[in-house]
């Protein structure tokens, strides 16, 4: 199932970032509203697994709970880094040897198909595009999949090939500048499906999506 992070629940999600773990009321008190709209955000937040509940006893009485943030919580709050990274890509772009240049890309799209390898699994190219989207996906970055119009390939048969759509850009600001960053996810991707991806349509082009085709 999927969930939407309400704007209500971006103010816990920061507050557990900042200050750690913390019980209903401490959350009551410190977002200024009563614990049990405290207790109605936490149970959505948890079930959207950026936030879970930790419980201590102490002697015969009532248990207490107190919440924090996981890893995926984590990462969805205090990352803008869209500053830091324009700057770092700047630098990129300002590499004059293009033998240089794609020898860093490639370096850069291996090692962030490096962090999300582990999550990504299949036997099939489609499979593995499907976990890309799963991925992407509680990024908040949609993609989705589905497989091309039959085309006929050098032995005369009669083919559909796999197709990673990008329905939102995971880099707008980045794009907007240089499309080379557009070259850094095809590999990007590529290394994660297992295999070279075409870009087949790029919204730089006016196209409304992003198309990957794979092989």
Not at 66 to 93: H, P
Not at 149 to 164: H, K
């Amino acid at each position: 199932m999927d969930y939407v992070t309400e704007s209500s629940d971006i103010g816990i999600l920061d507050l557990l970032r900042k200050a750690g773990p913390l019980g209903v009321s401490q959350l009551a008190g410190a977002a200024g509203v009563t614990a049990t709209a405290v207790r109605q955000r936490l149970t959505r937040l948890m079930a959207q697994e950026l936030v879970d509940r930790e419980t201590t006893r102490a002697g015969r009485g009532r248990p207490s709970h107190r919440y924090r943030l996981t890893e995926k919580g984590r990462r969805q709050t205090g990352a803008n880094f869209a500053d830091l990274a324009l700057a770092l890509w700047q630098e990129v772009r300002g590499i004059e040897d293009p033998e240089v240049r794609r020898g860093l890309l490639q370096r850069i799209a291996k090692t962030m198909a490096k962090m999300y390898g582990t999550q990504v699994t299949g036997a099939t190219t489609t499979d593995r595009m499907r976990a890309v989207s799963r991925v992407f996906a509680e990024r908040n970055v949609p993609f989705e999949v589905s497989m091309s119009a039959a085309e006929v390939d050098a032995s005369g048969e009669s083919v559909s090939l796999p197709v990673l759509t990008a329905l939102a850009c995971p880099y707008p600001d980045l794009a907007e500048q240089d499309r080379t960053i557009c070259a850094m996810e095809r590999m990007m991707l590529g290394e994660l499906v297992g295999g070279p991806l075409k870009l087949a349509e790029c919204r730089l082009d006016g196209e409304s999506c992003c198309k990957f085709v794979g092989n």
